[in-house]
């Protein structure tokens, strides 16, 4: 079955980095679009970065742009969120999930505060 497995999440402080990483299992990962998606506490959960099965295009979520990168790697079905420049905004449970499947891992708790 299709399984989502996430980690990387910790608490760190504003201005910090951190790389998040989904393990990807159970489906055909190479001919999907990944995405990454958080829900902060009282928030829907909103798509913060995808990127194409190629690896070639992502997008992202205009809060990020410029401090998060998406990337993939499709020979160990992997995707990864790098963080840089992190703000107590971007504190919330990041999910990774593949387009098109009705599938979420079980979420890595970001927490940034000083």
């Known amino acids: 079955q299709v399984q989502l497995v996430e980690s990387g999440g910790d608490f760190v402080q504003p201005g910090e980095s951190l790389r998040l990483s989904c393990a990807a299992s159970g489906f055909s990962f190479g001919t999907a679009d990944m995405t990454w998606y958080r829900q902060a506490p009282r928030k829907e959960r909103e798509l913060v970065a995808s990127i194409s099965t190629g690896g070639f295009a992502s997008r992202y979520l205009d809060s990020v742009k410029g401090r998060f990168t998406i990337s993939r790697d499709n020979a160990k079905n992997t995707v990864d969120l790098q963080m840089n420049s992190l703000k107590s905004e971007d504190t919330a449970v990041y999910y990774c999930?593949?387009?098109?499947?009705?599938?979420w891992g079980q979420g890595t708790q970001v927490v940034v505060a000083s």
């Open positions: 999930k593949a387009r098109g499947l009705k599938v």
